[in-house]
């Protein structure tokens, strides 16, 4: 059974920092693709990165980049993204999610291509 376990979430002033981290047990992730997802009240579950677990390609939205850093622990099966220069409209429940088996392509955006996700962690950035 595959778990995802985020952490790191919280209530931080605009401008502010935050790491999340990712824990991942169950399985051997060298094959997989990982990925950082947020929804905010309302709105649709959008992709924010996306990480392979053993070859580090690297894909951010747009919003992000330059912004945030996502990266990967393989002794400690652990993914993380340190958020810095956060703004309100980063303001989201943050997921993680894994895909098995995975090929590198445009589908690492796609939610709906994912077979494992965590349970989320509250961001909230305050103006």
């Known amino acids: 059974q595959v778990q995802l376990v985020e952490s790191g979430g919280g209530l931080v002033q605009a401008g502010g920092s935050l790491r999340l981290s990712c824990a991942a047990s169950g399985r051997t992730f060298s094959n997989y693709v990982m990925g950082w997802f947020r929804q905010a009240p309302g709105k649709e579950r959008e992709f924010v990165a996306a990480i392979t677990w053993s070859g580090g390609s690297i894909y951010y939205r747009d919003s992000v980049k330059g912004r945030f850093t996502i990266s990967r622990d393989n002794v400690k099966n652990t993914m993380y993204l340190q958020m810095n220069s956060l703004k309100p409209e980063d303001t989201a429940v943050y997921h993680c999610?894994?895909?098995?088996?995975?090929?590198?392509?445009?589908?690492?955006?796609?939610?709906?291509?994912?077979?494992?996700w965590g349970q989320g962690t509250q961001v909230t950035v305050s103006s």
């Open positions: 999610a894994a895909k098995q088996g995975a090929v590198w392509g445009p589908y690492v955006t796609d939610p709906a291509k994912y077979d494992y």
